[in-house]
């Protein structure tokens, strides 16, 4: 995956399916990945060992970047809820929706310069 990783050892028996990418899922709301999602696992989902992560993100975004450990709607949560029940968005909700993409694209654009720099195979590794 482009935006985390899964530490599959780590990963309790009989969990393992809960982590597997739907491909049938369609996504009609045109929003990137979010990481800060009421729905996306914490770091530690279904961990056999507590004391490691279960899910990692591929991008520094702060302590706080995997899921619902602050249990509040995020940003696109919200625009999404918006979307499906096809209500008016609200302008705040656009704010801090752009202000998360802004910090997201940054640090995946970065990451992705340091990569094609330090790589000898761009085309593999990044």
């Known amino acids: 995956d482009f935006y985390i ?16 990418i739907d491909e049938d899922y369609n996504r009609t709301s045109q929003t990137p990945y979010d990481y800060l999602s009421i729905l ?22 702060g302590k706080d970047a995997l899921g619902y ?3 509040i709607l995020s940003a696109t949560d919200k625009l999404e809820i918006s979307r499906m029940y096809e209500c008016p968005v609200d302008k705040s909700i656009e704010d801090e929706y752009l202000v998360y993409i802004d910090k997201l694209f940054t640090e995946v654009i970065e ?5 094609i720099e330090n790589s000898t195979r761009p085309d593999r590794d990044c």
């Open 69 to 71: 450990e602050n249990i």
């Open 40 to 61: 996306h696992y914490p770091g530690y989902a279904y961990a056999r060992n507590n004391s490691l992560n279960t899910i990692t993100s591929k991008f520094d975004l």
């Open 5 to 20: 990783s899964i530490n599959w050892d780590n990963i309790r028996d009989g969990y393992k399916q809960v982590f597997k």
């Open 111 to 115: 990451k992705f310069k340091i990569c």
